[in-house]
Structure formats: structure tokens, C-alpha cells
């Protein structure tokens, strides 16, 4: 590739770094040293700052930007922290980072939970860049961790770069990929609630090649769920492979294939005896109030795709990311509507048996181009949704009671598939974004973006409108950061989001976007005494066109849901051998109802704190010993229900691991979440719901 000339005879660190970036060759799925990453690197030896634990991510402007450079606040769980703390549940991933209500609802073995700054997260999750549909209200693409290399959070409104979204941000996870080296691992685990696992994860050069590189990742678990009669089996395969077409273009193939069978563990309890004594005592924690020879769990969900690179020349790249995914779901699940009399609640069942297409693509084209004192990075895309889900009803509001202290299964009679229902979402939006670099201090960042979103919605129930609507929306970001001494870099940000809302209100108008908007101020810290980083950031976010449920029990439209927060976050090598990891949020969320005026938000903490420390031992006869530990802090929140005046108490959990290097290849591990088995209620609203018992794993690894 020819070196970038400039007509300049002065040459600065950051021309130099530009032009050692320009050299490489761009072969691999990504770029792994882009040229900001090696102009910083010339910026940090001016300054002295430190770089060994720099990050490069796309998931926050969709071009390979150190998170340090990056003027909006960011997270980052890599494959080491997952497999160090036996993460088997993705809503666990980011239990140690700010910003994050981690299984809000407690354990639930069908469906991954996670609020992201007092907003939900059901439509916030990505992977590989593409959005994973969530719709028709329990078709859930569901993410299996151990086919995940890291997992980005990106926090706040992200329309800009990813269309419709959620205020809270977006949660990107990054396939395991093919490696230029061979290399792989076999892993067994055994615990307590059944849990037994096997994977298998190898990866390396195609044979009798030079230009091709394949991964095979593979997973069976099985385990009983937090309730009584409840589990899971899982079966994991995801496939890939890269090529490289020629010197300027590659494409990685990736696919997966996840089939769940059980029974669903979904965790409802009535405030009266689970938040509040009763004459009766409390519910048992692990009590199930489903049937155990009905409820049944079954998905099965495949994804196709690829991501293109190609180099059109020194300054432009074209990227393509596409993939195609299908879910096929039978869900019948009985769960508590309302309560009786002390003892009793009726009880309703959610039946559905149906699947959803998908199909997204991205198309990107990035031009990067250089003087003595500025980098520039243009981005231009435009990407495509297209989703259509079909389904059987069944859902039966008058199921069968049950007591609550003393269930007795088979008081009920079950019920049958009785009518249609079909969605269908198109998404097309067209976005530009610009980053400016000026000299070794300032960055600028500016975006537009257009989507026309068409949603259809018919059922034959009689009670359901049918709807097709067609929505455009126009949205903006900005930031900018100085890159200060001593590895200080303050930033100033506002970004946009909207969510379109399938329905109608009780005057037969089509409910408006839901929109976002978001105000962010921080400072991202990474000295040279500390291999890592330390962040802070405080925001104000804002929804507006909330939906809200009036005294009618009607969803209506016109309400404003409110978050302002404060979020410290620190990882890094304290010494060679001990690693911190600590997080701080503070989160006042509220919502403006026109009917009730205004309250604080259910199940949402204004506290969490969390604290892992690990330390690896070196030489003697501790040698290959690594041992850490965790706690994790939930300060109280409410539930919001508009009879109830409930207060949920704060709680402390701690974590444990230890695992031991016997050899070079052979490694022992076990690990210990909520450790002293605390019983807490984890939120409510309207219902509530018990934490995680105590889960004990423990694994042997052979990795070669």
C-alpha cells in the first residue's frame, strides 16, 4: 500500500504515526493498528501517557476508535473477564461496570435482562454491528456467551448510527472470529442446580492455504433453573471463516446455530410474602407457581452472514456487514395475574408458537485523509431492516389459582392456539459522521442521520387494531474532547434516539416515535502510572411520547421519562499481579405521567456500586495460582404500580473465584456467585422478584 506524501517539509509525531499506519498491510477481518490508534500512540509519548491497555472499538462511531478517544462513555467486557468469572448468562456480562442494572427480574433461563441508565434494554442489543430482534412481545433472540470474543456498551441515545433505539444504549457483542495462529480449548464444567457444560472452541489457518483462517465454536449445557421443576438444555455451534479475497479485500463468514429445551423459569411473586411478612411466612424462594407438566420452553434460532472489507485505494474503504437470522418459538408459560386473598393468586398463561425472518445490512464507506495537523474520517452509510414474524395465539387470562405457601399442580384446564397474529418492521436509514482531529489535542464529532421506518401489524383477535404506519425521523450528534497532560481527556457530547410504537391510543391515533435525547459531560483518565483507565461521566436523558398506562388501564402516549446520573468506572493493573475493577452509578430516574404527575421509576436504584479485585501469583509455590473476589452493592429502589407505595431494600452480594495453571495447557477453576447464598428481593413492579441463589461452578481446561 503507497505511503500518504505530504508537500509539507516539517514532519510531526502524528504525520509519522499516519504514515507507519499507511505501510501496513490491511490484511484480517479488522483493522488491528487503524491510524488513530497509531497517532495516539505518537500523541502518548509526547505526553507521557499510558497506551498498553488502549481499547479499539467500532461499536461507538462504527469506525476502529480508541474508546479513549471516543467522546461519548463506553464499557468493555472482554473473553478473559467473561471466562474468568464463568459468565453462562449474558445479562451477567456487565455486572461490574456502571451504568447497568444487571437481571433486573432475577434469574429467568428464557430471556436476557439488563436496564442500561433507568432505561430498558430489550431493544438494545447488537451483535457484530446488526441489531438482534426482540418483537412480538417473547420473540427474544437470546445471546449465548460463550461464542463471544468481548461485548461493548455503548451508553446513551444511538439513533445516529444505529436508527431505532432506546435511550439507555446499545450493547454490541463481538463474535469469536478466525485466528492467524492455531489455537483452541476444551472445556468441561460441573455445579451445583445441575449445571453440567462442555465446550469446544478451535481456531487456525485452513489447511494446505495461505489466505483462508477458520474458527469452530461449540457448547452443550445443561442445568435446573432458580425454580422448582425448571431447567434448560442448550445446544451452541457457530461456525466461521475469513478469507482474503486479495491483498486490499476480506470477508468473514459467520453463522451460529442455538436450540433451547426446558422448562421456563419465570420468577413472579406477590409483595405479600416476598417484599412483606404475612401470617402465612414468606414464599419459598425457589417456589414455582407455573405447572411443571405444562409450561414448556422450545427456540430455536439461526443467523447467516458476512462482513466485507475492501480497500478502494490510500483514503477510501468500503465495509458490507449482512446477516440473515430466523427463530422458530413455542412458549407456553403460566404465571400470577393477581392476587386473591393472602394465599391465592389467579393465575394467566402465555401461550405463542410461531417464528420471525430477519434480514440487516450496513453499508459503509470510510475516507480518512491527513495534513501536518489534522486527521479526518469521514463515514457515509446507509443500512437496511427488514422483519416479519408470524404466530399462533393462545394467551388465556383465567388460568387456574394457585396458594402461593402450600402450590398444588393440575387446577387448570389447558387451553388452545385460537388466533393469528403478524408483524412486519422495514428500516431504512442514511447516515453521515465526521471526526476531526485537530493536531495532537482537540477532536471534533459531528452526525445526521435519516430513517423511514414502515410498521405493519394485523391479529385476528377482535379486541386488537390492526396497524401500518409509516414514520420518518431526522436525528443529530456531536461531541467534541480535548486530549489534555498527563492523559486527562474532558468531553462534551449530545446525541439523539427514537422508537417507533406499534399501536394505537384509546382515540384511535396512531401513537408518535418515542424520542431521546441526551446531554453528556466527562472525563476519561489514563495516566502512565496505571495500565488501564479510569472514566466519569454525568448526563441528562430525556424521553418524550413516553407511554404510559392510565386509570383505564389503556396505554395512552404523552408522557416523559427523565434519567440524570453520574457514572465513575475504573479497570487497570494496580501491580503486575493485582487487577481492579470498579464501577459507581448514581441514577435518579422519574417519570411525568399527565394523570399522576410525577414519581420516581420502579425497579430502578439511584445507588449501585461494584468492587472485583484478582491476583495472580508469580514463582514459589503459589506459582499459577490466581484468586479473586467481588461485591456488588444495590442500593433500594420502588415499585411504581400507582396503588402501591412499596420501598425494596438494598442488598450486598460477593462473588469468588479461584483457578489454578496445573500446566501450560491444563487449567482448574472454580467459582462462587453470591457466595454467603443471600436471600433479597432484586425489584418490583407491580409484581416482584427474588436475586440469585447461590451458584457454584467449577471447570477444567485444556487449551493448546
Not at 448468562?89 to 455486572?95: A, G, I, K, L, P
Not at 438482534?132 to 448510527?161: C, H, M, N, Q
Request: with cysteine; aromatic share 12%; net charge negative.
Amino acid at each position: 500500500m503507497a505511503s500518504c506524501v505530504t508537500p509539507s517539509l516539517t514532519v510531526s509525531p502524528l504525520m509519522l504515526a499516519v504514515r507507519r499506519t499507511l505501510a501496513l498491510s490491511l490484511s484480517g477481518t479488522l483493522l488491528s493498528l487503524p491510524a488513530a490508534t497509531m497517532a495516539q500512540e505518537a500523541t502518548q509519548a509526547q505526553q507521557g501517557e499510558n497506551h498498553d491497555a488502549m481499547v479499539v472499538t467500532a461499536t461507538a462511531l462504527k469506525v476502529d476508535t480508541p474508546t479513549i478517544e471516543t467522546p461519548r462513555a463506553t464499557s468493555q467486557v472482554t473473553e478473559d473477564e467473561l471466562d474468568k468469572r464463568a459468565v453462562n448468562n449474558y445479562d451477567e456480562v456487565f455486572r461490574y461496570r456502571s451504568g447497568v442494572q444487571a437481571t433486573p427480574y432475577g434469574s429467568d433461563n428464557g430471556v436476557d435482562w439488563f436496564n442500561i441508565r433507568g432505561f430498558s434494554g430489550e431493544d438494545s442489543t447488537y451483535q457484530d454491528g446488526l441489531r438482534l430482534f426482540r418483537e412480538g412481545g417473547y420473540f427474544w433472540w437470546v445471546t449465548e456467551p460463550y461464542g463471544l470474543e468481548r461485548v461493548d456498551l455503548l451508553k446513551g441515545p444511538a439513533s445516529i448510527l444505529y436508527g431505532e433505539a432506546p435511550p439507555g444504549g446499545v450493547v454490541n457483542a463481538i463474535s469469536k472470529r478466525p485466528t492467524e495462529e492455531a489455537r483452541g480449548e476444551f472445556e468441561v464444567q460441573g455445579g451445583n442446580k445441575d449445571h453440567r457444560q462442555v465446550g469446544i472452541d478451535t481456531s487456525g489457518p485452513v489447511a494446505g492455504t495461505d489466505n483462508m483462517r477458520y474458527r469452530m465454536v461449540g457448547l452443550f449445557r445443561d442445568g435446573d433453573g432458580e425454580l422448582d421443576y425448571t431447567d434448560n438444555q442448550r445446544v451452541y455451534l457457530a461456525p466461521s471463516l475469513a478469507v482474503d479475497l486479495s491483498d486490499d479485500t476480506t470477508m468473514t463468514f459467520l453463522a451460529s446455530y442455538m436450540k433451547d429445551h426446558g422448562t421456563p423459569s419465570k420468577g413472579f411473586r406477590p409483595p405479600e410474602g416476598s417484599l412483606y411478612d404475612t401470617p402465612f411466612g414468606r414464599i419459598d424462594r425457589d417456589t414455582f407457581l407455573g405447572e411443571p407438566d405444562y409450561d414448556r420452553q422450545e427456540r430455536e434460532q439461526l443467523s447467516l452472514g458476512y462482513e466485507l472489507e475492501h480497500n478502494v485505494n490510500d483514503t477510501w474503504q468500503f465495509q458490507q456487514n449482512l446477516r440473515y437470522s430466523t427463530l422458530d418459538l413455542l412458549l407456553r408459560t403460566v404465571s400470577p395475574r393477581f392476587e386473591l386473598d393472602g394465599r391465592d393468586v389467579a393465575r394467566d398463561l402465555t401461550y405463542r408458537d410461531g417464528s420471525y425472518d430477519s434480514l440487516t445490512v450496513d453499508n459503509r464507506l470510510i475516507a480518512k485523509w491527513y495534513t501536518d495537523n489534522t486527521e479526518n474520517t469521514l463515514l457515509l452509510g446507509i443500512d437496511y431492516q427488514d422483519f416479519d414474524i408470524d404466530y399462533m395465539n393462545g394467551d388465556f387470562f383465567d388460568f387456574g389459582d394457585i396458594d402461593v405457601f402450600d402450590p398444588h399442580y393440575g387446577n387448570f384446564t389447558a387451553s388452545s392456539l385460537n388466533y393469528q397474529a403478524e408483524e412486519k418492521k422495514e428500516q431504512i436509514g442514511v447516515y453521515l459522521q465526521d471526526q476531526l482531529r485537530l493536531g495532537d489535542r482537540w477532536i471534533l464529532l459531528g452526525g445526521v442521520r435519516h430513517d423511514s421506518v414502515d410498521v405493519e401489524s394485523y391479529s385476528e383477535d377482535p379486541f386488537a387494531n390492526d396497524y401500518n404506519e409509516t414514520e420518518n425521523q431526522l436525528s443529530f450528534s456531536g461531541g467534541v474532547m480535548y486530549l489534555g497532560d498527563y492523559g486527562i481527556s474532558p468531553y462534551l457530547s449530545y446525541s439523539e434516539s427514537f422508537s417507533p410504537q406499534v399501536g394505537r391510543g384509546p382515540d384511535g391515533q396512531a401513537y408518535e416515535p418515542s424520542e431521546g435525547e441526551q446531554w453528556e459531560a466527562g472525563v476519561k483518565y489514563t495516566p502512565n502510572w496505571l495500565d488501564g483507565y479510569v472514566t466519569a461521566a454525568a448526563f441528562d436523558l430525556k424521553e418524550t411520547n413516553t407511554l404510559y398506562t392510565n386509570a383505564q388501564l389503556a396505554q395512552t402516549q404523552g408522557g416523559e421519562r427523565h434519567s440524570q446520573g453520574f457514572e465513575l468506572e475504573g479497570v487497570g493493573y494496580l501491580t503486575d499481579q493485582l487487577q481492579l475493577t470498579a464501577a459507581y452509578t448514581y441514577l435518579d430516574t422519574t417519570i411525568e405521567d399527565p394523570e399522576r404527575g410525577e414519581f420516581r421509576a420502579g425497579l430502578t436504584p439511584r445507588h449501585q456500586a461494584s468492587l472485583w479485585l484478582d491476583y495472580g501469583f508469580e514463582g514459589g509455590v503459589l506459582n499459577g495460582l490466581d484468586i479473586g473476589a467481588g461485591a456488588r452493592y444495590v442500593g433500594d429502589s420502588v415499585d411504581a404500580a400507582e396503588d402501591s407505595n412499596a420501598k425494596v431494600s438494598s442488598y450486598t452480594v460477593y462473588d469468588a473465584k479461584a483457578s489454578y495453571d496445573i500446566n501450560d495447557s491444563w487449567t482448574a477453576q472454580v467459582n462462587v456467585t453470591n457466595l454467603t447464598d443471600k436471600e433479597y428481593v432484586s425489584g418490583c413492579d407491580s409484581w416482584c422478584y427474588y436475586g440469585e441463589s447461590r451458584s457454584v461452578i467449577g471447570s477444567l481446561s485444556y487449551r493448546w
